[in-house]
Structure formats: C-alpha cells, structure tokens
C-alpha cells in the first residue's frame, strides 16, 4: 500500500461492527505488520513499528525477571520426539499443533524433530543436568525465542498467529510452597506490565483443572477483557508440581542426604499483549498507543504560510532538539508537499499520543499548542519547560486510556444464577458473567456448545470464594468456586 494515497490513511471498517476487519485495517495501515508469504496462512512479517512495541514489552518484563534472579539462556527450537514422549500429556496436549522436520536436506532422520511448540520438554533434560544438591536450588532461567503451533483455528495477526514470539521461564525449587510462591511472582508481574505499561487492567486468577497447561498441577492466568466483550488469556503462569521433574529426573540431595525431586514451574507471555493493546486503546481513526510503548511519543507539525515558513520552523526545531535532549520520542513533520489537515490524520493513524502544534500564534505568544490522540482535547502550554510539560501530558493521556479500559471491564461483569441467566446474558451482552461452579467440566459444555463460551478464569479461593450455601449455575449441585465464562479470543 502507499502512504502517500489519501484513501489509504483512512480506516474503512468501524471497531462497533465489524471488529475483525477493522482490527486487520489497522495492523496493516498503521505500519505494525503484513501478512505472511502466499501459501503461508497464519503467518505474519512484523514491520520495524510492530516489532518496536514487542522491544518495549519484552525490555521491561526482562527487567522484572532479572530483578528477581532470573537469567536468560537459549535453547535448541527442534526437539527429539524422544523428548516429548518423556511427558506423556505434554505430547497428548499440543500434538494437533506441532510441526514435525522429517527430512534434513535429501536425506530421511532418524528421528522426527519437533519445531517447539512449548520447551519444557528440551529444557528439562538440561535442568536435570544443572541440579544436583538443595544448594544449586532455586535455578531460574528464562529464554526468549518464538514457538510454532499449527492452529486448526482462524489467526488473526499477533492474536493467533501459527508462529509467535514469546519469552517462556521455567524455574526450578526445593519445595511446593517455594514454586507456588514463583508461579504467583510471575504471574503478578505479567499483571503490572499490563496495568503500568500497556494501560490495560486485568483479572488474576486460575484456570479450571480441565484447562491447566498438559501435566501441570496449577494453571494461573491474567486475563484482559476487550472492548468487543471477548477475553484474552494475556499471559499464564505454571505450578508443575514434580511431575516434570520425575519424567525428566529433575532431583537433588537435600540437607539430610535424601534424593528429593525438584518442584518446577513454567510461565510465558507472547505477543499476544501487542494485540490486546491494540484492540483495547485503538479506534475508528487507527492505531492508538500509550506513551510508554509508542515508538513515536510525540509529533509535532508545524503550520505556516509563506511568509511565516522560516520563524515558524526555527521555533519547532527549537523544541524538537529540547524535546529529543531529554529522552523523549520526538518526531518534527516538516514535509512541504503534505498540508496540516493530512499530517494530522496520518500520524493520528500511527497512534502518536500527543501532537504538538506550532503556528505564527504560537511563535508570537511564545506558546505550544498540545492535542492528545485518545481525545482530541486541545490546550495551550507555555513554551517554557516544555519537557517537563509534554511528560505531565504523557501521564495524562495513559489515564485516560487506563480509565476507559477500566470502565469497560467494570461494566461487563455480570452475574448468573442459572444456565438460563448465562445463556441471556452472555448471548447478547458478551463480557464476563460470574457463577458458582461445582468444579465439573461437565457443567461447562452446556454454555460452551451453543455460545463458544468457556470458563477462563477461577478467581483465588480467597477471593470472591462462593458461601456454603451457593449451589452450581449449571447442574445444582454444591458449587466449589467461583467461575467467569466469557468468549474469548
């Protein structure tokens, strides 16, 4: 596509109708990544932009890990089916999705090689290696790579993508409370990258034990409402128990000279966050980004005449220099060949958080005009320390968005006391509708069948735990906790 075409810089599709359209419209328009090679479904080349937004998520979580004792190491993305066949649920959970190399060059293996769809399974044999005694304990490491899963179902771009980057860790304890103890670290730090960083709040909670991650003892989650009303599952957090580390001899001698197997977990975020964060804050005119991970903090465009050209410029290239001096993401449109109007619609587009907008007014008064993009909203600053100001604007704006997203999940949890009540709720409203639940897998089919709706997430047993009188949504019988069904993407 060209930019420089006046229909394409316009968004076609409208977010309230038809949500997919207008979500592929705008990865595609705002420069963030273009489908695959023909013949490549399911795939996606990320442009410079996109993969901007993927070095600002992955930078500050790399941060958090290593703040707390994690490494990063890198390990082979083919793995033997030897491996994978040591976990028999590892295997039974993901072999719809794996893609099998059968041939290297002309020649046939001897073993199929598995391209990762997760690594435990290469990971743990090297783990084994590295544990001997309760004094190599805890060992953290995380690696950051891409996986491939051959999706049955339909992609949409950083969403559900056949291959996806992501960062995965996997840790190694003494004991089940220490590994519980690092499932809920990580799982709280994927909630504040969404919450400080990415302006998206978030539910904190565990999966139903039909749907944990393949022989896991626990499956926490963080889940992040869209404005569509679907779930996203933004990012998950394992407790293993010892069942990998008995498939994979994962032990170690303790202070009693006793062979004790180690207590593991794993946990991962994908770029899948770059979706939620586009699909959350975006909108009828494009791509919308808070300041923290927007590879364009601010722009500003410079309106003159012929006559006002060069004061007007002098000034504006005045406080870009100020602005870019103090580590802010500044760009200075000065094109002669595209007008205000047009400059202000492309770079709305590309979800720039704040313009700045400098004319003879402003030179003359010794003043900066600032727009916010969620908004439009419009005042005059004193050119003075305009730094500081523009930072005080950056806060402001991720507010706004932070509030709006918070609205949005507030009023889309509801409440059921029947099938009937979920069925009428979930069917025209979408969001979460909250349940008591028995626990039975069983009692989520009669929602999942005609909605595509799941349970995604049970909330902590000390939070919203169900009373003693609660009887399941579902079958009637004594509910156990508390269930959120919700469509999901």
């Known amino acids: 596509m060209s930019s420089d075409s006046d229909q394409d810089l316009g968004i076609t599709n409208r977010k309230q109708y038809n949500t997919g359209e207008w979500y592929a419209e705008v990865v595609q328009k705002a420069g963030l990544a273009n489908y695959g090679p ?79 769809p997760t690594s435990e399974s290469v990971i743990a044999p090297y783990m084994a290696q590295w544990v001997r005694s309760h004094r190599d304990l805890p060992l953290r490491v995380n690696q950051w790579c891409s996986v491939v899963r051959w999706e049955a179902t339909e992609t949409k771009p950083f969403f559900r993508t056949k291959e996806f980057l992501w960062q995965e860790g996997h840790t190694a304890h003494k004991t089940h409370e220490e590994a519980w103890d690092e499932t809920m670290r990580r799982l709280e730090q994927y909630a504040e990258l969404y919450e400080d960083l990415l302006a998206i709040p978030v539910l904190k909670g565990q999966k139903p034990d039909h749907d944990k991650f393949p022989g896991a003892h626990t499956t926490t989650t963080v889940e992040a409402l869209m404005p569509d009303g679907k779930s996203v599952q933004a990012g998950t957090s394992h407790h293993l128990g010892t069942s990998f580390a008995e498939a994979f001899d994962i032990t170690f001698v303790d202070t009693n000279e006793e062979t004790q197997p180690a207590h593991t977990t794993s946990w991962g975020l994908s770029w899948r966050a770059i ?59 000065d094109r002669d060949e595209r007008n205000p109007g047009f400059k202000f619609n492309e770079w709305e587009l590309k979800g720039v958080p704040v313009r700045l907008e400098i004319g003879p007014h402003e030179v003359a008064d010794d003043e900066i005009t600032v727009v916010h993009r969620p908004d439009g909203e419009s005042t005059v600053e004193a050119r003075e320390e305009i730094a500081d100001t523009v930072e005080s604007h950056f806060d402001a704006v991720y507010a706004k ?89």
Not at 463 to 485: L, N, P, W
């Open 275 to 333: 979706g939620a964060l586009i699909m959350t804050h975006s909108d009828d005119q494009g791509l919308v980004l808070p300041p923290t991970v927007a590879p364009e903090q601010v722009v500003i465009v410079p309106i003159w005449q012929e006559d006002t050209r060069e004061e007007v410029l002098e000034y504006a290239e005045g406080v870009y220099e100020e602005l870019h001096e103090a580590g802010i993401r500044v760009e200075l449109d």
């Open 38 to 116: 023909e013949g490549m479904s399911g795939f996606i080349v990320t442009r410079p932009r996109g993969y901007a937004l993927w070095e600002y998520i992955q930078q500050a979580l790399d941060s958090k890990f290593k703040s707390t004792g994690v490494q990063n190491a890198y390990f082979p993305m083919m793995i033997p089916e030897s491996y994978l066949e040591r976990e028999k649920d590892i295997v039974e959970g993901f072999d719809p999705e794996v893609a099998w190399v059968t041939h290297g060059g002309h020649d046939e293996l001897e073993e199929r090689l598995a391209v990762r």
């Open 401 to 489: 968005l932070y509030a709006a997203a918070e609205q949005n999940l507030e009023e889309n949890v509801r409440e059921a006391g029947s099938r009937e009540e979920i069925l009428g709720t979930l069917g025209p409203n979408n969001g979460y509708v909250k349940v008591p639940w028995c626990g039975e897998e069983a009692c989520e089919e009669p929602i999942k069948e005609p909605l595509s709706a799941e349970i995604v997430m049970c909330p902590f047993d000390n939070e919203e735990a169900v009373s003693e009188d609660d009887e399941c949504a579902i079958c009637g019988e004594k509910a156990t906790q508390t269930a959120y069904f919700a469509k999901n993407y």
